[in-house]
């Protein structure tokens, strides 16, 4: 009998485990002749225990909601794979994203493409150069048939006016960011634009492009921790398709960002990729890992952008600083913030208290060992994007940096950057945006910089950076390949303890008439610098000294 109860035992308990094996695993949901029904079909598929998630392919013109279209909150463990699906958008304006995760774990998002209705840059062919009696440059434009008109009572262009090379497609070296030049109507819906210089490189031909509306962020990560987001493409782009704010461990994986689709009636492709940064990753730890991105087309700023945030010390009671700026502080007991002016105060400090004011100001004491001057700026380096990682991207073509990282900890590994108008890599604060931080650790290795700082107000290819302290620290740059860039390969400033090493680098064959030739490797406010094992080319281009030294150089190594 006893065996007899022990095998009816064991057979629930199988059939209860096939019970559990047995429950659903796979849902595949979608229609693409009702997209009104997708965001609720996947919520329903999440709340009856689904996780693995999959779109049935096609195209879905989204429902402008007002606001997001998918909104994921909370999930776990999550996979929602569109592979041969593409979602366009209808809501065109801030706020209303496609997907937005919030306070999410282990969520991946993967294969789709995510475009939106409207083309988000002006886009025309210059028809005719003239100047005027002074030299000054005046354009004769018309929008190619399909993209944004200016509006009828313009005066002057919107935003900044950028130059595309008919022949590359890519932004034309010695030029850009025209801000606010006159334009008025001409004839059959062509516009006079007036540059207000002669200092101006375009032909007949060129297509001028700029900014148009405010769209929507496309995949937007807030407070999510190890998250995924991989094999998706994004089209029609404005500020940030893929935005990530606080969290961390989130891994960015085989995306492309590239141009298109051509509008409705065009007979011209389109050239703009985003009409700002790629993708903008802020107050995360560990910061964005980014790998084997590919982003195509023109860009009309940074292509990555990693930073936290600074707050500014208004006054200091003993080894408490009183700040007005709670949402900027992040500071937590037992982390640490870093101190810093422009007048060469620099500190790290561990927190000990953190309060929150009843004045709307925050207390943050600290166990520095020095007086805080009122007016520094500090940030918490845990939520700058301490240990981020971008490792086999390609990517370029804009206005603006290719890589813009204020986080330590980092790893900028075998990429490809190419034809940025300023630098392909900034390493270091910025005080005038607000963006936190000198950095720390990070190791720039084997990568392909090429036809960078192209713009005027460009820089070079590897820019260390910082605001009247020496606060960047240990910093490695080597086994890069510097090729043709035009405003210098590496400059470092503000930093201490860099070594660059081991680097080709060769100068280009012709520098644009509006750029001014420069050293290939410039050093200024900086100390414990080692140039070792560097290989120069074609050094008979360069007219200037090899090394320029600037002010207040100290323990410098030159093997």
Not at 90 to 119: A, H, M, R
Not at 386 to 397: P, R, S, V, W
Not at 540 to 557: A, D, E, I, R, Y
Request: proline content about 6%.
């Amino acid at each position: 009998m006893k065996i007899r109860s022990l095998f009816y035992s064991i057979l629930l308990c199988v059939a209860t485990l096939s019970s559990v094996n047995a429950s659903p695993s796979i849902k595949r949901v979608g229609d693409p002749a009702k997209p009104m029904f997708l965001e609720a079909e996947l919520q329903s598929a999440y709340r009856h225990g689904f996780r693995q998630i999959v779109v049935r392919p096609g195209v879905y013109i989204l429902p402008n909601t007002g606001g997001p279209v998918f909104s994921l909150t909370k999930w776990r463990d999550a996979t929602i794979s569109g592979s041969g699906t593409t979602v366009v958008m209808s809501g065109v304006t801030w706020g209303e994203d496609c997907f937005t995760l919030q306070q999410c774990q282990n969520v991946v998002l993967k294969g789709f493409t995510i475009s939106q209705s409207e083309v988000p840059n002006y886009q025309g062919r210059v028809l005719r150069v003239e100047k005027d009696t002074k030299g000054r440059l005046n354009v004769v434009w018309k929008p190619d048939v399909g993209y944004p008109k200016l509006p009828a009572a313009t005066t002057r262009f919107p935003g900044a006016i950028n130059i595309v090379d008919q022949h590359t497609h890519e932004l034309k070296v010695g030029d850009g960011d025209i801000y606010n030049a006159p334009t008025r109507p001409a004839s059959n819906g062509s516009w006079l634009i007036d540059f207000g210089t002669s200092r101006v490189l375009l032909s007949v031909g060129d297509w001028l492009v700029g900014r148009y509306g405010s769209p929507p962020i496309k995949i937007h990560l807030l407070s999510c921790r190890n998250c995924t987001v991989e094999d998706v493409t994004l089209l029609r782009n404005g500020f940030a398709p893929i935005r990530e704010e606080g969290g961390g461990g989130n891994v960015y994986r085989n995306c492309i960002w590239r141009p298109g689709p051509m509008p409705s009636g065009a007979d011209t492709p389109d050239l703009v990729t985003n009409a700002a940064d790629g993708m903008h990753m802020t107050g995360s730890y560990p910061g964005p890992d980014i790998e084997n991105c590919d982003f195509r087309g023109v860009f009309l700023d940074d292509c990555i952008a990693i930073h936290g945030y600074y707050s500014q010390v208004k006054s200091v009671a003993g080894s408490t600083i009183i700040t007005t700026k709670p949402a900027g502080v992040n500071a937590i007991v037992g982390g640490r913030i870093r101190i810093s002016n422009e007048h060469g105060f620099y500190e790290e400090a561990n927190v000990t208290a953190v309060h929150n004011n009843p004045d709307g100001t925050t207390s943050v004491t600290v166990s520095s060992s020095s007086p805080i001057p009122v007016g520094a700026k500090f940030s918490s380096p845990h939520a700058d994007g301490d240990g981020y990682k971008i490792i086999g991207c390609h990517l370029g073509n804009t206005r603006s940096r290719g890589i813009l990282a204020k986080a330590d900890n980092g790893l900028i590994e075998n990429n490809v950057i190419t034809h940025c108008g300023m630098s392909a890599i900034s390493l270091g604060p910025e005080y005038y945006w607000g963006e936190a931080d000198y950095v720390d650790s990070v190791l720039v290795r084997g990568n392909n910089i090429q036809y960078n700082g192209g713009a005027t107000y460009g820089g070079a290819a590897v820019w260390v950076h910082g605001h009247g302290a020496q606060g960047n620290d240990h910093i490695l740059i080597t086994n890069n390949r510097f090729f043709s860039n035009y405003q210098g390969d590496v400059v470092v400033e503000w930093a201490r303890n860099v070594a660059v090493t081991s680097n080709n680098i060769k100068a280009p064959h012709k520098w644009p008439s509006t750029i001014q030739q420069t050293s290939p490797i410039k050093l200024d406010n900086c100390a414990g610098i080692a140039l070792v094992g560097n290989t120069l080319l074609n050094t008979t281009f360069w007219q200037l000294p090899l090394v320029h030294l600037g002010n207040n150089v100290s323990k410098l190594t030159i093997h």
